[in-house]
């Protein structure tokens, strides 16, 4: 049932965003909004902690094109990882405690983008990215009536490539994959993960 | 037209957020903990036989020397007794009576926690068992401090065994007895006590403590 309200929402935020840009009619491209659904695979020590894909992600980004080619731009995203262990024992010095786990990893990254868009076609254009900035992560683990919290604010990069799709003047169908790395801080180690975003781009 | 399009967008990613926390917990049993810890340096390998009251007392708060605590039910205390003898006896223990001729090597001392959290185990202490423990007179003295780190914070309804030395002469540095073993079912006699819940965390104690196996 999640899922289906998942899919509903997805499609009314495109279709909305599709339809919006449509009647705003053409000219050349200074600038563009891109929202894209995120899914989530952890790697290195957050992908330890939880092995689950994250289906919880969103992607907002806005720039500008200084070329035809490239652009600038910020970019707000944001992925939650959960998964729910089997019952355990977690054992430290002297003491032991069993229990069942409950992992939450909230990711929420904070870029700016440095765009290279190829013309090709201009019905299929392929694009690269690199993101610096800063993600804010929050890991929570639960177990009993206990919540374990550790965050941090990583110094963080992430590359990008994917391809544009163009569905009308102006508006295109996004798909790429992003990997996020954010550097030792904080109450964590680096955390990494994968992203395989999907989702609208609209240029004016 | 525009306008009502950005509404239904932002509300669309409203409640996509809203909807989008992952689930926790769905029973109560699944927020069950079973706690132990001891002290590494003590050789219960070497010891073999232990007494225990027949009765689990009620933590409330500090303890009211003048009068005998309050237990719990005797249809949970016996249950959750047999469950502890049985996994003693497994272990290798023999259970003799606290003022047996010859004293026990340990004494087992359980209790259920009626507060929402203790911060220091000594103030909770204090004073419970001296009626009790074999070689004291009833009331007002230190029945037990922990010989390692503890967790400093319990749930209402949390079961607890703690094992002392047998021997009354045997204290730490502050004249308490050392606690050398404890564990702690958190939440498990809340409500309406589930038995098979507290027999399974009581299992669940002694399948984490190995070393409390004797020879």
Same mark, same amino acid.
């Given at each position: ?23 705003? !009619?053409?000219?050349?491209? &200074? +600038? ?17 902690? #939880? +092995? ?52 939450? &990893? ?33 890991? &929570? ?21 994917? #391809? ?5 003047? !102006? ?13 030792? =801080?904080?109450?964590?180690? =680096? ?5 395989? &975003?999907? !989702?609208?781009? #609209?240029?004016? | ?25 769905? /029973? ?21 036989? *232990?007494?225990?009251?027949? /009765? ?84 007002? *003295? *230190? ?73």
């Amino acid at each position: 049932m999640k899922k289906i309200i998942y899919i509903f929402l997805l499609t009314t935020l495109t279709a909305g965003v599709a339809n919006a840009q449509l009647e705003s !009619g053409s000219g050349a491209f &200074n +600038s563009y909004t891109s929202v894209t659904y995120s899914v989530g695979f952890a790697t290195g020590d957050m992908g330890e902690y #939880i +092995s689950q894909p994250s289906w919880r992600g969103m992607t907002l980004e806005f720039g500008k094109f200084v070329t035809p080619e490239i652009s600038i731009g910020i970019e707000a995203s944001w992925n939650t990882f959960f998964e729910e262990m089997d019952y355990a024992t977690y054992t430290k010095d002297t003491y032991s405690l069993s229990g069942k786990q409950y992992r939450y &990893n909230h990711q929420f990254p904070i870029l700016a983008s440095f765009n290279y868009t190829l013309q090709g076609d201009e019905i299929l254009r392929p694009f690269g990215s690199l993101g610096i900035g800063t993600m804010y992560s929050q890991r &929570n683990t639960d177990m009993g009536q206990w919540r374990l919290k550790e965050e941090a604010w990583h110094f963080a990069l992430r590359p990008e490539i994917g #391809i544009l799709y163009e569905l009308g003047e !102006g508006s295109h169908l996004k798909v790429s994959g992003k990997y996020y790395t954010g550097f030792s =801080a904080g109450d964590l180690d =680096a955390q990494s993960y994968f992203a395989l &975003n999907v !989702g609208i781009v #609209i240029m004016k | 037209m525009k306008k009502t399009k950005s509404l239904i967008l932002v509300c669309a990613m409203g409640l996509m957020l809203l909807g989008c926390y992952p689930q926790g917990p769905e /029973y109560v049993e699944d927020l069950d903990l079973v706690y132990t810890n001891h002290n590494d340096d003590y050789d219960f390998a070497s010891k073999g036989t *232990y007494a225990r009251p027949d /009765y689990v007392i009620k933590i409330t708060g500090q303890p009211d020397l003048d009068d005998n605590p309050e237990t719990i039910p005797d249809i949970y205390a016996t249950a959750i007794l047999a469950q502890f003898d049985a996994n003693m006896a497994d272990l290798g223990w023999t259970k003799v009576e606290a003022d047996a001729p010859v004293a026990p090597d340990i004494v087992m001392l359980p209790a259920s926690l009626e507060t929402t959290t203790i911060t220091y185990w000594y103030d909770y202490w204090y004073g419970w068992w001296g009626g009790y423990y074999p070689g004291y007179p009833g009331g007002g *003295y *230190y029945p037990g401090y922990p010989s390692y780190p503890v967790v400093t914070s319990y749930s209402t309804g949390t079961l607890i065994f703690l094992i002392t030395d047998g021997d009354p002469d045997v204290v730490g540095g502050n004249g308490s007895h050392l606690i050398h073993w404890s564990f702690a079912a958190n939440g498990v006699l809340t409500g309406t006590t589930n038995v098979n819940r507290v027999t399974k965390a009581i299992d669940q104690g002694f399948k984490q403590s190995p070393y409390l196996k004797t020879n």
